[in-house]
């Protein structure tokens, strides 16, 4: 986890820059994604159109959302489900604690959910003697290797065939190495089997939780999710307090927008649309069911009218696959449970800008991510919001930290190039002074950084000015 | 896609910091492509930079006063012409956010219309036709992310570039991908900035182009700047300063 000032962004970002292994890794199955994507919405202004609606569900949803949670929590609990708040981490992990307590109960097995990463809740349970099982296969493997997800969809992705095969033949008792697929499957598939008929408690997220029914949906392509929230007798579901929507009929274009996005599947294997616990007479499905909705700053996020739009994520992570800084860095290097483009936005404001603000240099604001995002959050903007906010404190700042970069030399610099370039005769003897000096400009500050990988920019002996005076260009 | 500008009488040039101090032929370039078509072309001599470097940075205050700035040298209500994908993406997209609650909305709001990339203006409202007068050459294009995402002006580049009969283009593998520069972020971030400028070597040496050529002087300044560094024989060139040097040979 990170320390007080957070993780060493560029050093972790420059270790996986030189690891191949990791970059061919994350080059090849970022292109596949991309392509898949592509396949799935060919038909442009289709796909533009079914954005704009999701962006227009999740807006509505926001603009009223402590009512919808208020509905949703009433419509839950009509329909026998235990509605649990947590404004902290903590509060949300002690939840789960007093439940599994509750049962006596010692084994846990988890559906994929970035909520309960974001809690650090397998640390948190480990440490009360509980043990919490990954059951997505992705984030089976990386719990073997005790490594964190590297993508928020697929937690595994910047393992190759090779490396699964000797992790499971390093951890797992009695298994021989072997890469077949089909093999590693069926070894991950025969261990977890037995974890799933063991456990007391399962755990999962939530991709939507619908107020005006009180439905809590899952979707998922292993059918663990499935697994997990029917076998065990108890089922808790963890979600962020923005996963409300407000009606059923909003769960169809976020559905279509979600998987085409992530995995560029019309729909997943399995869908899972929770209301109830087991109800008299049914023969399966868990005795209880418990949501636990939580908090951790996304309040304070949706009091800013710009910000908020950070809350309409649906967690598809397309903007990692198509972020060219997260395909060559991988998702470790940004040292929060949320990388990508998503998580340059969302730790910064969730962990505060002293321990997260790097983050938000570390785009070309290329756009690459805005263009693909189903609900249209304005990523490069809400970076250039953070940036700004990351050096001044005076504006009606709702950002932890705000200001907290403010420093005498760059304030200096951009007071000096905002002279430069709203005085003109400052401006051309400075454009004369540069082309003099030309190669003989000392290679220190950002010239340093830049001539790393290049060589210097050269400065021209006749600026565009002069050459357009001597060709007698009209003025004004 | 609505109707085709009509050609204007006079039009404002916006020639950019970069071309000014490191690539004043390519401005100067499509200029001359502007006015060769009939075209009479000012250029306010007080004009500078469109602020973007300081609005990407974090420091909006300096960016708005460096905008206005430039917003009042071009007064008279012509279409302004500008080379580069991502100033014209500034001028045109990020002022009105940059002035959003600003007593000068309107004013920047009037400036924004009028702002068009100079590869659309040669090709929309100019209708070019060109007359290749070089020798045959293999080049490649880089699409700069703002060029082709916010200004949506790629085809009409390539079509200018297509229009050369001399000229064969072989497209990049990942055409679509950011070169690393994003201004200070080459600086702030040097090493990844570092790690996708030499991704977008290895693509353009893979094309067996000789020339990279690309509407936006930040990238190519990144570019060119590898590519020298590693000694990659390729040159790369504004696209004006290419067509104007094609069609107007010595």
């Known amino acids: ?476 | 896609m609505s109707h085709d500008p009509q050609k204007p009488e006079k039009v404002y040039y916006f020639g950019t910091c970069l071309m000014d101090t490191i690539y004043p032929e390519a401005g100067l370039a499509g200029l001359k492509l502007i006015q060769h078509e009939g075209v009479q072309v000012i250029f306010p001599r007080e004009q500078s930079c469109c602020g973007q470097p300081a609005y990407n940075s974090g420091f909006p205050k300096e960016a708005r006063k460096v905008a206005l700035t430039q917003v009042r040298l071009f007064t008279e209500n012509y279409p302004i012409v500008v080379p580069s994908g991502s100033c014209a993406a500034m001028m045109k997209h990020h002022y009105p956010l940059l002035f959003a609650g600003d007593a000068n909305l309107e004013l920047i709001q009037q400036f924004s219309k009028r702002i068009v990339e100079l590869s659309e203006f040669l090709v929309r409202t100019l209708k070019i036709k060109m007359e290749d007068r070089g020798q045959p050459i293999k080049v490649t294009w880089h699409s700069s992310c703002h060029a082709l995402r916010e200004m949506h002006i790629i085809e009409y580049s390539k079509s200018l570039i297509r229009q050369l009969q001399n000229v064969e283009l072989i497209e990049l593998q990942n055409e679509h991908e950011c070169c690393g520069f994003g201004g200070t972020f080459a600086i702030k971030q040097p090493n990844i900035s570092g790690a996708m400028v030499s991704d977008k070597v290895a693509d353009a040496q893979q094309t067996g182009a000789e020339r990279l050529l690309a509407g936006d002087c930040g990238c190519l300044m990144n570019i060119s700047g590898a590519m020298d560094y590693q000694k990659v024989p390729v040159r790369s060139q504004h696209l004006a300063e290419f067509i104007w040097e094609r069609t107007h040979a010595k």
């Open chain 1, 1 to 476: 986890m990170p320390n007080d000032t957070g993780p060493n962004f560029q050093q972790n970002a420059s270790r996986a820059l030189n690891d191949k292994q990791l970059r061919k890794n994350f080059k090849f199955a970022m292109g596949n994604f991309i392509l898949k994507r592509k396949q799935i919405f060919s038909d442009e202004s289709k796909t533009e159109q079914l954005r704009q609606i999701g962006n227009d569900i999740k807006r509505r949803a926001l603009s009223q959302l402590p009512q919808l949670l208020e509905q949703l929590e009433e419509k839950c609990t009509q329909n026998g489900i235990q509605v649990h708040w947590a404004e902290t981490l903590s509060e949300a992990n002690q939840h789960v604690l007093r439940i599994m307590q509750t049962h006596r109960a010692t084994r846990l097995v988890k559906g994929k959910s970035m909520v309960s990463e974001e809690m650090g809740l397998n640390d948190f349970l480990q440490k009360k003697g509980i043990e919490a099982r990954e059951t997505d296969l992705g984030e089976f493997i990386i719990q073997l290797n005790n490594e964190k997800p590297s993508h928020i969809i697929v937690p595994a992705i910047h393992k190759n065939k090779k490396q699964i095969a000797q992790i499971f033949h390093e951890k797992l008792s009695d298994t021989p190495y072997t890469e077949d697929v089909e093999e590693l499957n069926a070894i991950a598939r025969e261990t977890l089997r037995k974890k799933f008929f063991d456990a007391q408690v399962g755990l999962s997220g939530v991709n939507f939780a619908v107020a005006e029914t009180g439905t809590l949906c899952l979707i998922e392509n292993e059918g663990n999710g499935r697994m997990s929230t029917t076998v065990p007798p108890v089922h808790i579901a963890v979600m962020g307090l923005e996963k409300v929507v407000e009606k059923l009929a909003d769960v169809p274009p976020l559905l279509r927008l979600l998987t085409g996005s992530a995995t560029g599947q019309l729909i997943t294997t399995y869908v899972n649309m929770i209301t109830s616990p087991r109800k008299d007479g049914e023969r399966d499905g868990p005795r209880e069911v418990h949501l636990i909705i939580l908090d951790n700053g996304r309040s304070k996020i949706l009091s800013d009218p710009q910000l908020r739009q950070t809350l309409q994520c649906i967690r598809c992570g397309t903007c990692l696959n198509h972020c060219p800084v997260y395909t060559r860095i991988g998702g470790h290097a940004y040292g929060f449970v949320y990388p990508g483009p998503i998580g340059k936005i969302l730790n910064p404001q969730i962990e505060g800008l002293k321990k997260a603000g790097e983050l938000a240099t570390a785009s070309s604001l290329c756009e690459a991510c805005a263009e693909v995002c189903p609900v249209k959050i304005p990523i490069p903007q809400l970076l250039r919001r953070l940036r700004n906010e990351s050096y001044a404190s005076d504006s009606f700042s709702t950002v932890k930290d705000s200001g907290y970069k403010k420093n005498l030399i760059e304030t200096i610099a951009w007071k000096s190039w905002e002279m430069m370039n709203t005085h003109p005769l400052i401006n051309t003897i400075g454009q004369k002074i540069m082309s003099r000096l030309g190669a003989q400009i000392p290679k220190i500050g950002p010239l340093k950084q830049w001539t790393r990988h290049r060589t210097a920019p050269k400065f021209a002996s006749k600026s565009l000015h002069q050459l357009i005076d001597e060709e007698g260009i009209q003025d004004e």
